[in-house]
């Protein structure tokens, strides 16, 4: 048997993570009140889980300061972020300091942040968090959810693709 070049019997780290990032994925924020304060963080571990009932699912690490603080609070919004918003999710992505200062949101029906310029948004509750290794995986239920109206239709979105931002252009339909 032919094994393929770079095969690795073993892994660490920092291999793992360079492997990964070929596989491109979308980049979400999680935002919600703390204290009634916004406060969020962005994660690029996103996806649906079922139709019915209608549920999603997120990783957050488990060095985050701002999920503590988002997770007790009953809801949370899920921001599907546009290919223009790099500094957004960098901003979401730092720790520490006043993450909202002048970002520019709306209120979901909860009250909780929608941030302008994101493709679209999941007002959702935290069903089940699953212990995985250096991450939970959260699965959420989706109460309300829309598209952005300020957004054109031709926006793509947000792309993670080993360690950078970029993004997708769909092709025409055929």
């Not at 963080?41 to 503590?68: D, E, K, M, R, Y």
């Not at 921001?79 to 901003?91: D, G, K, T, Y």
Request: glycine residues 12%; hydrophobic residues 40%; charged residues 10%.
């Amino acid at each position: 048997m032919h094994r393929p070049q770079g095969t690795l019997t073993g892994t660490d780290a920092a291999t793992f993570r360079a492997v990964l990032g070929h596989f491109a994925t979308g980049v979400v924020a999680v935002t919600g009140l703390a204290r009634g304060e916004p406060a969020g963080f962005a994660v690029n571990s996103f996806t649906s889980v079922s139709l019915v009932p209608p549920l999603v699912a997120f990783c957050v690490a488990h060095t985050s300061t701002t999920w503590p603080d988002l997770r007790g609070s009953g809801r949370i919004c899920l921001n599907i972020l546009s290919e223009h918003q790099q500094a957004v999710s960098a901003r979401l992505s730092a720790s520490g300091g006043d993450k909202f200062r002048d970002l520019d949101w709306s209120g979901s029906p909860a009250g909780l942040p929608v941030l302008a310029g994101s493709l679209a948004w999941l007002e959702c509750s935290v069903v089940a968090e699953h212990p995985a290794g250096d991450h939970d995986i959260t699965v959420a239920h989706v109460h309300h959810l829309g598209a952005h109206p300020g957004v054109p239709q031709t926006a793509g979105p947000l792309v993670f693709f080993r360690g950078g931002y970029g993004s997708f252009t769909p092709s025409p339909n055929v």
